[in-house]
T-cell receptor, first 114, second 111 residues
Framework: GAGVSQTPSNKVTEKGKYVELRCDPI?????LYWYRQSLGQGPEFLIYFQGTGAADDSGLPNDRFFAVRPEGSVSTLKIQRTERGDSAVYLC????????????FGAGTRLSVL | TQLLEQSPQFLSIQEGENLTVYCNSS?????LQWYRQEPGEGPVLLVT?????EVKKLKRLTFQFGDARKDSSLHITAAQPGDTGLYLCAGVETSGSRLTFGEGTQLTVNP
């Protein structure tokens, strides 16, 4: 596709459930980023992939959060034992090489934990 | 962790007015970016400023990077309703590739 694609666009789950959020970056972009944006706030960095490996996962809030990018393209953000405080918009971005190049953002997945 | 503070958090003005949004940090960034975000969409890059003292213009928008590369401003001349949105500044850290975003300024331009 032409841009970064994120699915689903909305996800409603119950407290304690497991969720997976998918990001399909722009073709050829080697760098992929996950951010979390709470209502009325700016995006908060979670994790950065360069190719298949996580180059910086220091933004993941705790061990309930995990992300993979097994083939260096599509990435999945996984959240175990969801909590109401996990409710936010999860944004994915991709770029050609690191953040010195332009990061292109997807529209995000709005996660609601009831 | 480097932090960016934006002000004001909310701004509601009439069409035709001028406005300035500020982005301040106690730390130095290798560069600073400004984004605009509309409801239900991801942020879209407007500009990147790299050099201390740099000024860039994008139609009615003027972006300035402070001499010490710790602060930046966005000035909009003769605002229009189409300028309504969330404006975010983001610093590119010298040590890595993550973006550190400010809290954002929600701008509403009333016709």
């Amino acid at each position: 596709g032409a841009g970064v694609s994120q699915t689903p666009s909305n996800k409603v789950t119950e407290k304690g459930k497991y969720v997976e959020l998918r990001c399909d970056p722009i073709s050829g972009h080697t760098a992929l980023y996950w951010y979390r944006q709470s209502l009325g706030q700016g995006p908060e960095f979670l994790i950065y992939f360069q190719g298949t490996g996580a180059a910086d996962d220091s933004g993941l809030p705790n061990d309930r959060f995990f992300a993979v990018r097994p083939e260096g393209s599509v990435s999945t953000l996984k959240i175990q034992r969801t909590e109401r405080g996990d409710s936010a918009v999860y944004l994915c971005a991709s770029s050609l090489q690191g953040a010195k190049n332009i990061q292109y953002f997807g529209a995000g997945t709005r996660l609601s934990v009831l | 962790t480097q932090l960016l503070e934006q002000s004001p958090q909310f701004l509601s003005i009439q069409e035709g007015e001028n406005l300035t949004v500020y982005c301040n940090s106690s730390s130095v960034f290798s560069s600073l970016q400004w984004y605009r975000q509309e409801p239900g969409e991801g942020p879209v890059l407007l500009v990147t400023v790299v050099t201390g003292g740099e000024v860039k213009k994008l139609k009615r928008l003027t972006f300035q990077f402070g001499d010490a590369r710790k602060d930046s401003s966005l000035h909009i001349t003769a605002a229009q309703p189409g300028d309504t949105g969330l404006y975010l500044c983001a610093g590119v850290e010298t040590s890595g590739s993550r973006l550190t975003f400010g809290e954002g300024t929600q701008l509403t331009v009333n016709p």
